[in-house]
């Protein structure tokens, strides 16, 4: 290596060291500021909603047709209805987006079982083929279809090329369409008559293993008889494989069957080969249709079709190989019914509950079906959508492209605990024709939704409340809803989370009449509180399959029902109503009195909302609030309250409150029904002054007017009925601030500037949400007076204090101020640095120059506020080289006078002096002081004794004491160095340290 190398070698290595150093120096030593925590503020839920923004979760007006599935899962559909009509979701369904600017009404949909990005679509008379996943689409050469003739079916396949297949029909009687394919591969692009002859042709599919087999089957009809018909690659049709004759109920004679529409399902490792079998599903239009087994046989025979019997119009057709069993799900052609048979068609049974629509277009099993067990139904007609099930069809949900609107949220109820399930459900409703209902579910906090029962749905006429039980969990997915259901009031309960329901007519145990209510509330997965128009509260042990009990709480249609937080135990139970009552039960509903126990009207007006103190076992608290204007928030204290007493000085101009909650932690939240009112919001509702309230309405939008309030580990939910918009506020401001620095009790704070302590900073965590600070420090712990400076607000820690007096002890806390307040933290305290430059420590006991002295004196001297002990020495010499008592360190004494506890020398003349000490600081030492121990039996009088004015020069000790790193020096020059100077000089002498470290070494390795 040359020298010139070396020297540029080193040059560039040390740059670079110097850099990252600097770097690492600024990052490491200077103080870092800490990121601000996102703000505590109401936003909005993800709702279910239409367009582009919505995903096409709500589709008004639609129609879903011709789902089909990509190799990779990719779905694609023909929105009908729609503006832009071919939609594709890379998400399993759940959200869609409008694809290649298509407009077309669709026909079929197919995709290169090779490729993913080859998307085929077909019109009435084309096909349209995009090579970029739907990006852009190029018209192919238009079908030779016969005059009047349609396209009905197309389908692709693989074989060294993309081969396509498509079939078409004619309404007209004798008229007749065809089959026609496009080989990519051939040298002239051009449609080829596959000569069907004079048949219809309403399905037709390439076999899954067509590279081997070459095999297309084609339903077709000659409009008196339907057949399945089999082309072996270029061969003509039915030369190998025989062609099957469909045979309505397998009757002896044949039983003709006309199609007017066709579907075809392969099970999964289907192979041709003799006496091999796959699915055809007919539709008849007359309710003749069915489902068939085609059981293939070598020409000359016929292959065998199987009516299978499963009563219906079939429109869709998907069947599934699991194991050694063909499942099988059939769509209706005139219904929303789906069939399963789990045996390959020997038996069926119907969904427990359908997808919605008129008719189903599409069945189709997810292609990762074995390991999310999934399948889609698409549908036309009213409240068509695409519909998933997680259990073989037995229950259907509708996740997107719903024929719905959402134009009121009902009601709310999420899971109770967001460690077990992150569950919600909302009740939606919109007019067409008349109200329908939905109701929704989401598991994953609002990210997405499934509908799970609708108005459209069979026996639902209306949906009005949903509830769940305090224990819902993993091992309890009980759900409650309330409606109507062929015009009677019911309650729904489902055991599954949704996926299905039983319903129970709502009956009075003595009348056996129907009764609507207007509220509830669940005490368990069983048992559950009704609220009447007529002030009655019904109870029901058995989820409304019987009613125990009937009691009044007043004669007025009641508005609010509260359990207890105990109620297991105290069966505690509150409930007001629509003129200001308020009615409370300690024997689980059996009966009420009303609060205040001897109200002679109601206590408040208009309708009352209620809520529990959560320690109500202790407290006996309780609050009430009316949604009259500026009516008020009320609290009551059963066995003490004599009349409800309103704790709060004033609420927003206009507040209407609609409804009360209180957190686990005591926090009172009430929604404010008012324009733009928000909710307010009270830390310490049961303060025995008046608690403080706070309104909390950023993060909404204007004219929001919120609607009820739930709430789940500090996260609340409340509906915005003016924007239509459930909002949601996660309060992390609920619980105190935690101190960090100083250390609570901490003594000799602080540095002495020209006697003011300086340099004391305060810091604490930050709690997520906060963006300001409020702090306080004063000198007595009830902070009933805080001195000048001594508070103020900060957007994090540390917070440096205004200069503060020397051997004082303060008191400090801080909470969080915006954007809602939190609890104060706890009181810390620390004491100030002493003032070490104007102490005066004087000698009480013994006097100076005192004789006579008790050889166990008494020693006295004045106490130093801020010391934490004081040292003391004892000398027979003025400069205390013989020192005889020695109390420092471990053996200072903690206060300012001490009993002698060894003997001294009778006749005997002694010096001491005195110094303050703390933890950090030590004081200077005090005058000498001298005295003379009394003369003890056959000892000699000196002749002279040291007289105290002659002592002054021997007042500074031989020995400098010990002072602390803090203290100031002695000079008296003090320089106010920034202190990230300090970091900064520090960073550089590390940089030059460790850049010198490396030229060396460098140097080294190159010699």
Known sequence: MSNAYSIKFVYHVLSITIVICLLFGFVTLYPATALAATPAKWSKVNIPSGGLAGGWVLAGGSDVKCLTAAIDGTLYAYGAGLTDTLLKSTDGGKRWSAIGNVRDAITGIAVSPADPAIIYYATVSSVYRSADGGIYFQKLP??????????????????????IAVATADANPAEFGGVYIFDEGEFYHGWADAAIGDYDVYALSFSPDYPASLQLVAVVSNEADTFVFNKMGNADWNTFIGLAQLNRDNCIPPASVVAIGAAIAFPEGYQSYAASSFFVGINTGTAE????????????????????NCGMDVSALAAHLDTQQINLIAGSASTGYVCISRDGGASWAYSQK??????VTSILFASDFDSSGSIYAATSGNSSALSISHDMGLTWNQISLIDAAITTLKDFAPSPDSSQLNTLFLITSYLEGSLRHSLWRSLNDGASWERILSSDSTSV???????????????????????????????????????????????????????????WTVADADTLYLGSADGAVYTTADSGYSYLQCASAGGSQLNSLALSPGFANDGAILAGNIEGGIYFSDNRGYSFVPLPLDAASPPLEGAVTVAFDPNFTTSRTVYAASDVADSGIYRFIIGTSEEWESIVSSLPVGASINRLSVS??????????????GMERCLNPRYSLTPLFESISRGLSDGAKLYGLWQRNGQLWSIDLHNIKLMTF?????????????????????????????DISIAWDTLTGATNYEWQCSFDSSFSTIPADCSGTASGGPMYLPPLQPAT????????CSPAFSLWSEKWSFTTIMDTATLDLILESPSPGATGISIKPVFQWTGILGAEAYEMLIATDADFFHTVILKIGDYALKT????????????TVYYWKIRAVTASTRSAWSSVGIFTTVFLAGETVPSTIPQPELLGALATPKIAPSTSATTPASSGLVLDIPVWAFYLFGGLISIVLLSLTIVLIIVIKLR
């Not at 016969?146 to 081969?163: D, E, F, K, P, Y």
């Not at 686990?664 to 009112?677: K, R």
Request: proline share 6%; with cysteine.
């Open 809 to 816: 002890t303060y008191y400090w806390r801080v909470r969080a």
């Open 354 to 359: 359908n997808p919605t629509g008129n008719a």
């Open 730 to 758: 996660l309060d992390t401001l609920t619980s105190p601030v935690t101190l960090v620095a100083p250390d609570n009790a901490s003594t000799g704070i602080g540095v002495l500037y020209d006697h003011a302590v300086k």
């Open 461 to 519: 006429d209306s949906l009005s409340l949903v509830s769940l039980p305090p224990e819902y969990s993993p091992g309890c997915l009980t759900l409650f809803v309330y409606g109507a259901s062929n015009g009677k009031p019911v309650i729904w309960k489902s055991q599954d989370n949704g996926q299905s329901f039983l319903y129970r007519p709502i009956r009075d145990p003595s009348t056996g009449t129907s009764f609507n209510i207007n509220v």
């Open 664 to 677: 686990a932690a005591g926090v009172l939240y009430a929604a404010n029904g008012n324009v733009d009112g």
């Open 289 to 308: 249709g069915d489902v068939y087994k085609i059981t293939t046989a070598d020409t000359p025979n016929n292959s065998l079709a199987t009516d299978l």
């Open 142 to 163: 238009d079908v030779p279809t016969r005059a009047g003739a349609v396209v009905t079916s197309i389908s692709v396949t693989w074989l060294n090329n993309n081969i």
């Open 896 to 907: 300012n006078a001490w009993n002698c506890d060894v003997n001294l020398d009778g006749g």
